[in-house]
């Protein structure tokens, strides 16, 4: 089994910064990809920001040029800059692990921007 340990998310201010971080631990062997989606209220559930185990990254169009997602062995991080409040909702890390290409989630961690 992998489990994975999110933290940093909050309530901040339009135009304000967090990061957010995942520690993902158990069996894991190796990562073929990380990522962080969220999912707001009445919305379906969208990758943010995703890093392949040779560190290629994509972003949504809706956040590029203020997000950046970074990975240190088996932590993923997310810098949110600029937050905006349609930023708001509960982001998730994911994982995809090698060879299986077993998919994991962590619990969520709401993210809140006021206006």
């Known amino acids: 089994q992998v489990q994975l340990v999110e933290s940093g998310g909050g309530l901040v201010q339009a135009g304000g910064s967090l990061r957010l971080s995942c520690a993902a631990s158990?069996?894991?062997?190796?990562?073929?990809?990380m990522g962080w989606y969220r999912q707001a209220p009445g919305k379906q559930r969208e990758l943010v920001a995703g890093?392949?185990?040779?560190?290629s990254t994509n972003y949504a169009d809706s956040v590029k040029g203020r997000f950046t997602i970074s990975r240190d062995k088996n932590t993923v991080y997310l810098q949110m800059n600029s937050l905006k409040p349609e930023d708001t909702a509960v982001y998730y890390c994911?994982?995809?692990?090698?060879?299986?290409?077993?998919?994991?989630w962590g619990q969520g961690t709401q993210v809140t921007v006021s206006s």
């Open positions: 994911n994982v995809v692990r090698n060879p299986d290409l077993g998919n994991y």
């Open positions: 158990g069996s894991i062997f190796s990562i073929n990809f």
């Open positions: 890093i392949t185990s040779g560190g």
